[in-house]
C-alpha cells in the first residue's frame, strides 16, 4: 500500500521561507511533484523531479523555490524561499510510479501573509 506522509507546512510572513517534505513508502518511484491549490482555483502543478534528478517548475516559483530528493529515504523537498502571499495554498505530494500509477498525500496547508 501507498503511502505519502507530507510536512512542513504553516504559517509565515511574506519573504520567509518554509521547507515542505514527503516521505514515499510501498511504491517504486519514477517521479514526484508538489502541486497546490489555492481556494476557489484549480491544482496546479509547482514542481515536479524525476528520480535521475530532472526536475521542472511553474513559471510562478522558478528561482523561488527549489525541489530536490533523497533516493535513499524515498523522500521528496520542496524548500519555498521569498514567499508571497500568492503562495498560499494547500500543497499536496505526489507520486508517480513505474507502474504508471497515480498517488497523492492528503495535503499540508501554506499560509503567507502580508
Known amino acids: 500500500q501507498v503511502q505519502l506522509v507530507e510536512s512542513g507546512g504553516g504559517l509565515v510572513q511574506a519573504g520567509g521561507s518554509l521547507r515542505l517534505s514527503c516521505a514515499a513508502s510501498g511504491s517504486i518511484i519514477s517521479f514526484m511533484a508538489w502541486y497546490r491549490q489555492a481556494p476557489g482555483k484549480q491544482r496546479e502543478l509547482v514542481a515536479r523531479i524525476t528520480m535521475s534528478g530532472s526536475s521542472n517548475y511553474a513559471d510562478s516559483v522558478k528561482g523561488r523555490f527549489t525541489i530536490s530528493r533523497d533516493n535513499a529515504k524515498n523522500t521528496v523537498y520542496l524548500q519555498m524561499n521569498s514567499l508571497k502571499p500568492e503562495d498560499t495554498a494547500v500543497y499536496y505530494c505526489?507520486?508517480?510510479?513505474?507502474?504508471?500509477?497515480?498517488?497523492w498525500g492528503k495535503g499540508t496547508l501554506v499560509t503567507v501573509s502580508s
Open positions: 505526489n507520486l508517480h510510479s513505474i507502474l504508471g500509477s497515480n498517488y
